[in-house]
């Protein structure tokens, strides 16, 4: 994929659906060229050239702002531009050496306010 996204000026980042694991591990192949890994994949190209994944939770359109060396990697840096979303649709998470389902909504109870005048005297 580092030859792909060092000759490029845009990029997408995708959020996939939860029956879309299979498509994860497709690009965790390693030694597959960045064509290669979108051979077996549903996607489409943007106006600017840019694979967009079928199916999934969400798309950020990205500009390439910066790249850095990161120990053997290299991290990319965008400037989101778009938003594509399908709140209908699960997501995906890598967690615990296996692929699962982002959970329900989880609400947070609030703390109670500081005592300024307590804090300040210790």
Known sequence: M???MEGCDRFAVHVLGEDQAHM???FAVPDLSGPEQFEAVPHVRDAHGTPILEGGSAVLHCRTHDSLPAGDHRLYVGLVVEIGERPD???????????????SELRSTRLPPVNRASSDSS
Do not use: H
Not at 89 to 103: D, L, P, T
């Open 89 to 103: 649709r699960g997501a995906v998470i890598y967690y615990k050496s296996s692929y699962r389902g982002v959970g």
């Open 2 to 4: 580092f030859d792909v």
């Open 24 to 26: 994860a591990e497709q």
